[in-house]
């Protein structure tokens, strides 16, 4: 991706990466289990993607802090 290329040098960054897609491998077995009914999975599961969230945009807030960072010392 363009972010990659860009700060993928970032630990942050790389971290988002993982996060992200950990965040769609969830998103499609939430689907899944909403298909079969599973109501208690897709409850559990719920909760999982709403952390994963939460950490995606605390880390988005640290690698922007980390490129203002950067930029005001260039």
């Given amino acids: 991706s363009d972010g990659m290329m860009?700060?993928?040098r970032i630990p942050?960054?790389?971290k988002i990466e993982k996060t992200?897609?950990?965040l769609?491998?969830?998103v499609r077995e939430l689907v899944e289990m909403k298909s079969a009914?599973?109501?208690f999975g897709v409850e559990r599961d719920?909760?999982?993607i709403k952390r994963f969230s939460s950490e995606i945009l605390e880390?988005?807030?640290a690698l922007e802090e980390k490129v203002k960072q950067q930029e005001n010392n260039s």
């Fill in 20 to 22: 992200h897609a950990r």
């Fill in 12 to 14: 942050e960054m790389r």
């Fill in 24 to 26: 769609h491998t969830r």
């Fill in 59 to 61: 880390l988005i807030a």
């Fill in 37 to 39: 009914n599973n109501t």
């Fill in 46 to 48: 719920w909760e999982k």
């Fill in 6 to 8: 860009k700060y993928g």
